[in-house]
């Protein structure tokens, strides 16, 4: 079955600098890589999505990358805010079922 | 006009007893998911509906049975309950021809 890496788990940054989690995954069929945001108490939310035939997508400060030689997919916070702090996972998928990595807590400091 | 609702937000119980947790969704959607979310934020899959059938059954204790009465609604019902039960549980739902899975606010079970 699929196996999804993340790092890292825990990841602080400067207010306005940006930040990397980035992820690897192990099954080669995978053709759907989503990135969920987790604040404290709530349930996960989708972030920002891509699929295999695209390299790149942004959406305003949040972008993704996937090479699908390396099977590598990262995601990517500009200008980062307070409310950026939470728990973020990333997932690879070529079905109904999605495998999710292991999350990373990002916090922003003011 | 939640999208995935479960109840109840919290529950807390003694080793032994039999629980159950509910999750319906708005969405029109037509899978459903239940996860199990430990204290190390690892989210896993347990199960999936579509449709009211079984399609996904992960390698999950026989004491947790799910029930789908309609495609709106999955419960998750678990017996003789365990400290190991002890996590979040979080519904999701999932159209069909989409990939976004809408999660639920989650249930915080604890077992004493």
């Known amino acids: 079955g699929e196996n999804v890496e993340q790092h890292p788990s825990t990841l602080s940054v400067q207010e306005g600098d940006s930040a990397v989690i980035k992820c690897t995954y192990s099954?080669?069929?995978?053709?759907?890589f989503p990135w969920y945001k987790q604040e404290l108490g709530k349930g996960p939310q989708l972030i920002i999505d891509i699929r295999s035939n695209v390299g790149e997508k942004k959406d305003q400060r949040i972008a993704v990358t996937l090479n699908k030689t390396a099977k590598h997919f990262s995601l990517h916070i500009t200008e980062t805010q307070p409310e950026d702090s939470a728990v973020y996972f990333c997932?690879?998928?070529?079905?109904?079922?999605?495998?999710f990595g292991t999350g990373t807590r990002l916090t922003i400091i003011p | 006009d939640t999208a995935v609702s479960q109840t109840p937000k919290y529950l807390v119980t003694q080793m032994g007893n039999d629980k159950s947790i509910k999750c319906e969704q708005n969405l029109g959607h037509d899978t459903m998911y239940w996860y199990k979310q430990d204290s190390k934020k690892f989210l896993k899959i347990m199960f999936s509906y579509n449709n009211k059938e079984l399609i996904i059954n992960e390698t999950v204790p026989n004491r947790f049975s799910p029930k789908s009465p309609d495609k709106a609604h999955l419960n998750l019902h678990i017996n003789s309950l365990e400290l190991g039960d002890s996590a979040v549980y979080f519904c999701a739902s999932l159209g069909q021809g989409y990939n976004e899975q809408f999660f639920g606010p989650g249930t915080r079970l604890t077992v004493l």
């Open positions: 997932a690879a998928s070529w079905s109904e079922k999605l495998t």
């Open positions: 099954d080669s069929a995978s053709n759907y």
